[in-house]
């Protein structure tokens, strides 16, 4: 979280929400509806179906509940505001790419539901990203997860031994019926081929998997020369930060509450998750997908930082208006609409939100990278 700027803001998703409660804007009460809860730039990207097919959708829901579909907006906003600072882009940019977010929203919230997306509305980088989604293969996936291609989790660094009752309970997990359905469901496989467990690891992803169970399974599937091999996430599933509709009902499982709030959001990553129970623990399951990308910005132009924008909070849009009925979905564009000022072109709320939010986080930053210097000079 040191590295950058943005990298602090992602990675400060709890802090994000006591920050907003104590913030003095007046953030509007959307209608119910499954949210991201964490919609930063990172946690976008392609996604494959059960299929193979790819599009732009959110990508990590440990976050989601049903909740205030403005917080999605907030939270893309300071990501995105965040990014452009790195990208050492003006405050004008900033204020532009606000006012494209809003356009963007907006213009989901009106779209044809029943029909795809079309691709000439997609930034430069991001139909780049997507061409190059689409010719991954299973070698790409495992050099880039496991630094080989063998029927094998390397031990080392981010992969360590398991103890014997995880792997017997992981064994016992991957022998039932709903995680072969899960599986042979998946790349045209047939239901019948056999799903046999080849080695498995804990799975050292990041500081926020300590402390957790998180492990990495290799499978093979088929028989003979049929045979492919395929890398499952378990991870389990905790609660969420993000703050929730008291008048809506939500599954108390929060692996149930994440495979949910997956199929809601990201229709292409909610049909290959399940969720289970492991070592009585709740554990959300999910192939790992060549295909699947994330977002990541390194340096910007002021177009792209806009572009960029209006098309992001366009797929978070539509992850929401999926949701709503036609009705709710032109009640809500108009709550948000409502609002502009004189001079942006966006809801004052929104702007002053990403603004207030912004600052708060380059001091926490900075106070944060402060306490890193004096642990490591320790």
């Excluded at 966006?346 to 890193?372: G, K, N, Q």
């Amino acid at each position: 979280m040191a590295r950058s700027a943005h990298a602090y803001v992602r990675g400060s998703t709890v802090k994000f929400y006591e920050w907003l409660e104590q913030s003095t804007g007046k953030v509007p009460e959307g209608p119910p509806v499954w949210i991201c809860g964490d919609c930063h730039l990172g946690n976008l990207g392609p996604m494959a179906d059960a299929k193979g097919r790819v599009a732009v959708q959110i990508r990590d829901l440990d976050q989601t509940v049903i909740g205030n579909p403005a917080h999605d907006l907030i939270r893309l906003g300071l990501s995105l505001a965040s990014a452009a600072r790195g990208s050492n882009l003006s405050g004008v940019t900033t204020a532009k790419i606000v006012e494209a977010m809003m356009a963007g929203y907006a213009s989901a919230l009106v779209g044809d539901y029943d029909r795809p997306v079309d691709k000439s509305y997609r930034p430069e980088n991001i139909q780049s990203l997507l061409e190059r989604s689409v010719k991954r293969r299973w070698r790409h996936l495992a050099m880039e997860r496991l630094d080989s291609v063998k029927p094998v989790v390397p031990l080392g660094k981010k992969f360590w031994t398991l103890s014997k009752p995880e792997k017997a309970a992981l064994k016992t997990l991957f022998a039932t019926d709903d995680l072969h359905a899960m599986v042979t469901g998946l790349q045209s496989r047939d239901a019948g081929d056999r799903v046999e467990m080849v080695d498995a690891a804990y799975w050292m992803k990041g500081c926020s998997s300590l402390g957790r169970l998180r492990f990495a399974v290799m499978l093979r599937v088929g028989d003979g020369d049929n045979a492919s091999l395929c890398l499952i996430d378990v991870k389990e599933a905790v609660g969420a930060a993000a703050p929730r509709a008291t008048s809506v009902p939500m599954p108390r499982d929060n692996a149930v509450r994440v495979v949910t709030g997956a199929k809601a959001l990201s229709p292409n990553l909610g049909e290959r998750m399940i969720a289970a129970r492991l070592l009585d623990t709740g554990v959300v399951l999910r192939e790992l997908m060549p295909q699947d990308l994330k977002i990541e910005v390194e340096r910007l132009s002021q177009d792209e930082a806009v572009e960029l924008g209006r098309y992001l909070a366009g797929v978070v849009g539509r992850a929401h208006g999926r949701q709503m009925d036609p009705r709710t979905r032109e009640a809500w564009r108009a709550d948000l609409l409502k609002a502009h000022t004189s001079t942006l072109d966006a809801p004052s709320w929104l702007w002053s939100s990403v603004v207030e939010l912004l600052a708060i986080h380059e001091r926490a930053y900075l106070d944060h990278c402060r306490r890193f210097a004096l642990a490591a000079a320790a």
